[in-house]
């Protein structure tokens, strides 16, 4: 009884090489088929020859071993991850990323606290500073002048609701109202994300911009050193400075303040304009009524402006706190069925696949 033992690794130049049943047997690569014959040695050689030829296309590929195995492996390897499990892969990849993006928005809303606390405090300090300066000099928005600046005050990063969008409306309304023909309207924008809204439709009335103005710790003298470039550059009648002033965590209320040139000032108060108390005072020492003024106006706008940039800057923290809540509870409802989705699919593979072996197991005994 002559045994043949034919491998799958084997080549067509060793099927022809093989001359015998011993060489067969001694060579590398048998083994893993089996069979035997109860022939003569030719007969042996010619069984070799018809299983060479039955296993020549699989062994002349560069890897037959791969190519047999891809025949007898079971559907699940060859599939690898079906529709049903790349179904609940995809469902646990957005979980994941959903649970990320709620650890940002939590880390974001206690970020945000912790500044609103410490800005709080320093911007209901600041109202004690413009608010004598509307009773001496009085606050006119009603006032008709020729050359009229806008101070849109805004931040410069976002996700932190409707503040920034507000305060340009409100811009761009004062605009709409204060141009005409014998009247002029400029820009002065402070904040990226009011330029970058009103740099769409008004770039050429932008007279300045200024940003990254809470990079660093805010205090008066910064802010005074910026009202004074925008005196320097800017040629005016009236300011009007734009901004949100906070009044809780979840409310702001968008205001506006006006600032008079002193010339303005002065004639109002020739003219019997309803200006403010200055007129009930008596100026002492060498200055005139002009020079008064001139510095009062001054004084008054850097002081309306480190108001506004305060609480607005308070109002932003409100804001991105209230935002980044809403986000975080919008992820953990997300969550919750995304959670649903997995936990329905997954069962469903599990009753499906159920059926299927007591389908099979049934067949079988039938």
């Known amino acids: 009884m002559d045994r043949i033992i034919i491998s799958t690794n084997a080549t067509s130049k060793d ?39 039955r296993f020549g296309p699989l062994v002349s590929s560069p890897r037959p071993i791969n190519a047999i195995r891809s025949t007898l492996a079971p559907a699940e390897e060859q599939v690898g991850l079906g529709v049903r499990s790349i179904s609940t892969q995809i469902v646990r990849n957005r979980m994941k990323s959903v649970k990320n993006i709620q650890k940002i928005t939590k880390a974001m809303k206690m970020v945000a606290a912790s500044k609103l606390r410490a800005i709080q405090v320093r911007a209901e300090n600041s109202r004690g500073l413009w608010q004598p300066f509307t009773a001496l000099l009085g606050d006119t928005p009603s006032v008709s002048v020729k050359k009229n600046v806008i101070v849109t005050i805004s931040s410069d990063k976002g996700l932190c609701g409707g ?23 400029k820009y002065v924008v402070l904040g990226e994300k009011a330029k970058a809204q009103l740099i769409r439709d008004s770039k050429n009335h932008i007279e300045l911009s200024m940003t990254e103005l809470q990079k660093n710790f805010l ?16 040629e005016y009648d009236a300011l009007r400075i734009v901004f949100n002033k906070f009044q809780s965590v979840v409310s702001f209320l968008p205001t506006t303040s006006t600032v008079l040139s002193p010339e303005v000032v002065e004639r109002e108060s020739e003219a019997g304009g309803k200006i403010g108390s200055l007129d009930s005072y008596e100026i002492e020492g060498g200055e005139t009524k002009s020079e ?9 706008f850097s002081c309306v402006m480190f108001n506004g940039v305060l609480e607005n800057a308070c109002s932003e923290q409100g804001a991105r706190m209230s935002a980044m809540d809403s986000s975080s509870r919008n992820a953990g409802d997300m969550l919750d069925r995304l959670t649903l989705t997995y936990n329905r699919t997954r069962q469903a593979s599990i009753t499906t696949e159920l059926t299927e072996i007591i389908s099979g197991a049934s067949a079988l005994e039938g």
């Open 15 to 53: 099927f022809g090489t093989l001359t015998s049943t011993k060489s067969i047997e001694n060579h590398p690569n048998s083994l893993l088929l089996f069979q035997e014959h109860k022939t003569s040695t030719p007969m042996a050689m010619a069984a070799l020859r018809r299983e060479g030829r």
């Open 163 to 185: 503040i920034n969008s507000t305060s340009v409306k409100i811009s761009r309304a004062l605009h709409k109202i204060n141009s005409g023909p014998d009247t002029e309207c």
């Open 219 to 234: 205090n008066y003298t910064q802010v005074s050193v910026i009202a004074d470039d925008i005196l320097k550059n800017v």
């Open 292 to 300: 008064v003024l001139q510095n009062l106006s001054e004084f008054q």
